[in-house]
């Protein structure tokens, strides 16, 4: 059985006319479109497309729900029943979103099959002239986002160009602009790596937001670079402005601009640094974490004894206690393992290189310790950390 979706009477009196300019218009602007498919053992039981429902009727047949499908030209890509004959109208079909065919008891699954009527026809007439087919003018698009009709396929009519801060087919998703956002958002987030929006600029940047390793903590990333390429951050203290791949993410080379490492530790009451991530996950082996009170990373210009809720070295690690740590106008924040119980700090490190200026750990790497997991070769990466307790 088929429907279709005639074009004007006006169209078939122009057509006798042969007045093949407008033809063409008309072909472009409103062509027949049909529908052909089994109605009665078509569907796929017990199955159904999960959050794709967009309007939801109680018919009398199924043909009544395959009909209301159809005249959602727009929209409609395929349908599904209930038992109590509720019919449900989805934006996406088992094949554009193969993720969202689940198994439902008491569902039935149909195809909506569009096609053009005489389509090698349409084209031929249409060639480059400009596609219109109304779906715009139901502006489906959200947040901003412009709508462009598409006319070369039945099943996609239009397509959204979503504003910045928003994603989606229909530009309905809004992205966050923190982890900490995120997490609000859908605190069934997982760890990884997010495109963020940043209002000040309107643009999108990449953060990787680690919402698991520590219970009790979320962590924003905001510097990653591997020993190979520590020539590029050992002189940037994080005061400096020096953005790093923040639209092209990378675990060997990756900073957020100034603007954006203040707003994140705004938001912040802790400080980590972490080695090796990117492979290991979290390891408290090489690892330290403080507060921003006790360290103010963002304006620190001091060397000195600094307290941590802990820190491990090589293996040798104490809780709440204080270490040599340094940054500086030409110094990219660090600890000095080597020089701290001589600086009367109370954490000592046994087997800490001594030449040429005592070990660096978590920056600047101008004396190295091959043990130590962030400088074990020259693919050992090291990350900064804002977080916060949740």
């Not at 009665?40 to 043909?63: C, E, P, W, Y």
């Not at 591997?226 to 675990?251: M, T």
Request: aromatic letters at 12%; charged letters at 25%.
């Amino acid at each position: 059985m088929a429907f279709r979706l005639h074009v004007p009477l006006i169209l078939l009196f122009l057509l006798q006319g042969n007045l093949k300019n407008f033809t063409a218009a008309i072909y472009c602007e409103q062509r027949c479109e049909q529908s052909k498919g089994k109605l009665v053992d078509g569907g796929i039981r017990d199955r159904a497309m999960q959050g794709h429902s967009f309007k939801n009727f109680t018919v009398r047949k199924l043909i009544d729900c395959h009909r209301k499908c159809f005249e959602e030209k727009c929209k409609c890509q395929a349908y599904q029943m209930t038992n109590q004959l509720g019919c449900e109208l989805l934006d996406e079909d088992r094949f554009s979103a193969p993720n969202d065919f689940i198994a439902y008891m008491g569902y039935t699954y149909f195809e909506m099959n569009r096609e053009y009527a005489n389509q090698d026809s349409g084209n031929a007439y249409c060639g480059s002239r400009p596609c219109i087919n109304n779906c715009c003018s139901e502006k489906p698009c959200f947040g901003g986002g412009t709508c462009t009709e598409i006319c070369d396929h039945p099943k996609r009519k239009f397509n959204c160009t979503c504003a910045p801060r928003f994603f989606g087919k229909y530009c309905s998703n809004q992205r966050s602009t923190s982890c900490k956002e995120q997490l609000q958002r859908n605190p069934e987030s997982l760890s990884g790596l997010y495109q963020l929006f940043d209002e000040e600029t309107n643009s999108l940047f990449d953060e990787f937001c680690d919402f698991t390793s520590e219970v009790g903590f979320l962590w924003s990333l905001v510097e990653s670079f591997s020993l190979a390429n520590k020539g590029d951050f050992r002189r940037q203290p994080f005061f400096n402005d020096y953005p790093v791949n923040q639209e092209n993410f990378d675990w060997s080379r990756f900073r957020l601009s100034l603007s954006r490492m203040n707003k994140s530790a705004l938001q912040s009451s802790h400080l980590r640094v972490t080695c090796n991530f990117n492979i290991d996950g979290l390891n408290s082996t090489d690892y330290m974490r403080t507060t921003l009170l006790e360290i103010d990373i963002m304006n620190l210009r001091s060397i000195g004894c600094k307290k941590h809720e802990y820190i491990n070295i090589r293996g040798y690690g104490c809780y709440n206690c204080t270490t040599h740590f340094h940054q500086g106008k030409r110094f990219h924040g660090h600890v000095d393992s080597h020089n701290s119980p001589r600086e009367g700090c109370e954490a000592f490190f046994p087997g800490s290189v001594a030449e040429p200026g005592g070990e660096d750990n978590f920056g600047v790497y101008d004396t190295i310790n091959p043990v130590h997991r962030c400088t074990a070769n020259e693919n050992s990466t090291t990350q900064w950390w804002f977080g916060e307790r949740v």
